[in-house]
């Protein structure tokens, strides 16, 4: 009788152990992310995106892709913050799913599986999709396992099948982020061709490929200058292992993945487990795919110190980034490889309970981390209003909502709730206009900074909700109505109004109830 062909049940289990990082999607309402509501709006009008409220900055902006692969589940849920939401989590089971099936032929089903839960839960994946709402680096954690697989396969059997999975795939990275796809070519290159134990013939003309980027990022120099605050984005070292916040942000590479990395380290250096990969056995990892990922995790930690300013302005590839500090979506793939190693280089630690005391261990560390703020305002469509800063190049502030109790004859006040969004730190304190206007005059008017000084503009966070309250006494001789109402934000220094999309004055008309 023909084997049976053994179901690897590996496979439901990762997918299993991403719930805990959807989990926070399924809270109602959206989460505060640095973004806002700008991904939301963006999957409203696909044929915008990803500029919707931005300005084109390529190569640095976001592509096309990832808003249509939103639009499906806006039909199915007829709300883009619900087709949004579902698409950070298709992200992550994809992103899940590729670590386990690039994983799995060197690390064992156990050791992927360990791989596979690193990478799901490291801070820097959960804090780009719940602090910063990078949709499109999102969905790059989910096509880069995925080619990594298709470069084992490039000399193997499945060459063919790597070919009509890696392909594609590489053009989805450019159209989902075409600087941070740049960034990533080499890696994939370099490990294309060092690290499969059988070498594809087409390794020269990798190599080939890795020259003319290169070059490319020189020319880039010359089509592209870097962004304006690339050079003070700099990290220092105790910034990689701290959790504390950095302007809303942190960026700690995850102590559960550096700690375990630093064990698999220590086991593979050992003398016992020297013996153990002289045998040549079903447990030995190939020397050159830790050494690999070892040298590929020190060069983009050397990459986010300032001492790498020289090399990011000598190469030109400081213009496809608009923060050094963005690479670290790649340093993802050498902490999942290097801390899940440690179940083939100790089998102690892969059996029961021991491996699943790591697992839990992994998921517990990244709890910090999995407490988004969230609103349940509901933006609608798009947002009232656009409003553009002075000096600003593009729109900064979304004005949300805005819902008036309409003055009657016992209580002639007109009272405005405004809820205002910023996705950018603001520098300046801007004071609010508020004017009640018929067709033929203006009958009232309040200025005052936000909540009457309480929340100036200068200390709004990017993402953060501002609900602002305001109280117009109409005058005892005002017409019956209809009355409109129209706001903007000016500096009380200079009277210079801010910019309003669509709108000459810097003034938002809004009709009153």
């Keep these: 009788m023909p084997a049976r062909t053994r179901v690897d049940l590996n496979w439901i289990l990762v997918a299993l152990l991403t719930v805990v990082a959807i989990a926070p999607l399924c809270y109602p309402g959206f989460f505060e992310a640095q973004s806002g509501f700008l991904p939301v709006f963006n999957a409203t009008h696909p044929a915008e995106a990803p500029h919707w409220g931005r300005q084109a900055d390529p190569p640095r ?29 298709l992200a992550f089971v994809l992103g899940a799913l590729g670590i386990y099936a690039w ?19 490291l801070p820097w994946h959960l804090g780009s999709v719940y602090v910063r709402g990078a949709y499109a680096e999102a969905w790059l954690w989910a096509w880069w396992p995925f080619l990594l ?14 070919l009509v ?56 120099r010359w089509l592209s200058a870097p962004a304006a605050s690339f050079a003070g984005q700099f ?45 040549k056995g079903p447990q030995a990892i190939p020397a050159r795919s830790l050494w690999f990922w070892i040298a590929v995790l020190g060069l983009l930690v050397l990459l986010l110190l300032p001492l790498a300013g020289v090399f990011w302005s000598l190469s030109g590839w400081d213009t496809f980034v608009r923060y050094p500090w963005q690479i670290l979506t790649l340093a993802g793939l050498p902490l999942a490889f290097l801390a899940g190693s440690v179940i083939r280089l100790d089998r102690r630690l892969g059996e029961l309970p021991a491996w699943a005391g790591l697992v839990a261990l992994v998921i517990l560390a990244s709890y910090p981390y999995l407490a988004p703020r969230f609103t349940q305002v509901d933006p609608g469509p798009q947002p009232v209003a656009l409003i553009q800063p002075l000096g600003a190049k593009a729109p900064r502030i979304m004005l949300l909502e ?5 003055p009657t004859e016992i209580t002639p006040t007109l ?54 309250r305001h109280r117009l006494d109409l005058p005892a001789s005002a017409p019956p109505g209809p009355y409109r109402l129209a706001v903007g934000l000016y500096l009380l220094a200079s009277g210079q109004r801010a910019a309003v999309v ?3 004055e810097g003034t938002v008309i809004l009709d009153v109830p």
């Design 61 to 89: 902006s976001e592509g096309q892709l990832p808003y249509l692969l939103a639009q499906p589940f806006l039909w199915l849920t007829g709300s883009s913050v619900g087709a949004i939401k579902w698409g950070y989590a």
């Design 103 to 121: 994983t799995r032929p060197r690390l064992g089903g156990r050791g992927g599986v360990l791989a596979t839960t690193i990478y799901t839960y």
């Design 149 to 162: 697989w298709a470069a084992d396969h490039l000399a193997g059997r499945r060459r063919a099948a790597a």
């Design 165 to 220: 999975v890696g392909l594609p795939l590489l053009a989805a990275t450019f159209w989902t982020q075409p600087g941070l796809a740049f960034l990533f070519v080499p890696l994939l290159v370099g490990y294309a061709v060092l690290v499969p134990q059988r070498r594809p013939r087409m390794a020269l003309g990798l190599t080939a490929v890795l020259a003319s980027l290169i070059s490319l990022g020189l020319a880039a």
């Design 235 to 279: 990290l220092y070292p105790y910034q990689l292992l701290s959790a504390a916040r950095d302007e809303g942000l942190h960026f700690q590479l995850g102590l559960a993945a550096v700690g375990l990395s630093i064990v698999a380290l220590a086991l593979w250096l050992s003398p016992k487990q020297s013996r153990v990969e002289s045998a």
């Design 402 to 406: 805005a819902e008036m109790a309409a």
């Design 415 to 468: 009272t405005v709730t405004l809820t205002w969004q910023t996705v950018a730190p603001l520098t300046d304190d801007y004071t609010i206009f508020l004017h009640v206007l018929t067709p033929e005059a203006k009958i009232a008017q309040r200025d005052s900074q936000p909540c009457d000084g309480e929340c100036p503009t200068s200390g709004w966070q990017p993402g953060e909700i501002v609900a602002d």
């Design 502 to 504: 669509g709108s000459d």
